[in-house]
């Protein structure tokens, strides 16, 4: 098992330990990952999968919860920005 | 895990099902998966052959004895005979103004985060709001090379020193106290202290803290800030659980009101994961028809219920904290709703209707307690999905096909 593993998010490469969240690789790429209904940029805030705030398209699949989500090599992640 | 482990040394089938990716809750995540006691636990688990299925979210049951539970990609339809539901706590978040810049997190949660692999070191970490916990995840974040400028306690000196004494009746509380003590030795650990706002253009910068009655601006990375926990309780709600003061009410083999239903730690009282362990182990004897084993844990069960009396005591939340808000500081982070929007209703249900307050998919876990708080509102009822859930997957339920389609819903 490689000690790192690389995605893009919005299209950037981004290195993460392996057996990282995605959450921990959008973070690292100075992104948030979705905008609030007012227009705020936001981040993880619960870290455990119930705040539903940090949700971003990963491969293609809206709505997945960044925080619940391993990373893995290739994997494409788009936030709302 | 526990409540598995002992069900299945009586012979019966046993099944899990977790929201998470692994098995462990939110203690026995990334590394702390490999302590002694978690990997024991797991090793034990895994040689039962009891069928474990991860990143699944229970949504609805559509008649006793079924539940639906949403996976990436799958609808799983679980039948039992004996549940026992064991969904852990979360942590209760207080709005403040800047609450909702990217990198305030809670305390547990950003705990999380660098569990699951974000890198800490070097970086500024402030760890603020109320409970044992604030002190585990200070330490814990040093270990990783954080830097702690301040850990803000909301909890009175006095509060604290009341709560050390008592724990004389727990030793090995004292035990984990002290070696926290030195762990976090050499941070500066303020009492009567809670944050008062948090900076940053499009992340956190800095935060304003309340110490000795008078305001102060740190710096930081990150803000890692919770006032302690709430019992999830909305999937034994669902089930019909009776509810005692916020808590699922179950008897001494950890039955709820509900035939063929066990609960078993944090949703029936905060206690810890020594207790959760205890209170898991008891379910799993008494569901799969061994009482008498579980009779033999009752002792133990006994001081983890103390301790948690003494924990909702000493970091019962202050008035002060109720005033943090500014009119136009976001309450609802789902539907945006501000403060100001929401004090003038009298109810939770009046307050959702008008303004889709608790409407969004948190289906109010992070605005129900705030607003508990801060207005005295009682959270009321729980709506079928609890969890947002597939269109094609409700259609399933209603036994139509549905064109394949992907939305977030919430209930009301």
Known sequence: ?81 | MAAAVRAAECGVGVGIVDDNATLGGQIWRGELAETKDATTWRKTLQATGVTMLCGSRVFDQPRAGVLLAECEDDLRVLRYRNLILATGARERFLPFPGWTLPNVMGAGGFQAMVKSGLPVHGKHVVVAGTGPLLLAVAAYLRKKGAEIPIICEQASLRSLTRFTTALLGHPQKIVQALRLKKEIGGVPFATSSWPLSAHGQKFLESITISRHGRPQTVACDYLACGFHLVPNIELPVLLGCQIRGGYVQVDDLQRTTVEGIFCAGEPTSISGVESSLVEGQIAGFAAGGRPEEARKLFAAREKGRRLASLLDETFRLRPELRNLSSPETLVCRCEDVAHSHLQKHVSWRAAKLQTRCGMGPCQGRICGPATQFLFRWNPESVRPPIFPARVENLAALAGQQDPQSTAILGGS
């Open chain 1, 1 to 81: 098992m490689p000690s790192q593993i690389s995605l893009t998010v919005d299209g950037s490469p981004v290195l993460i330990p392996s057996g990282a969240t995605v959450a921990v690789a959008i973070t690292l790429a100075g992104q948030a990952c979705r905008k609030s209904v007012t227009g705020e940029p936001r981040g993880p805030l619960c870290g455990m999968g119930i705040c539903f705030e940090c949700r971003v398209t990963i491969n293609g699949t809206p709505h997945r919860r960044a925080c619940q989500v391993f990373g893995e090599p290739g994997m494409d992640v788009r936030t709302e920005e």
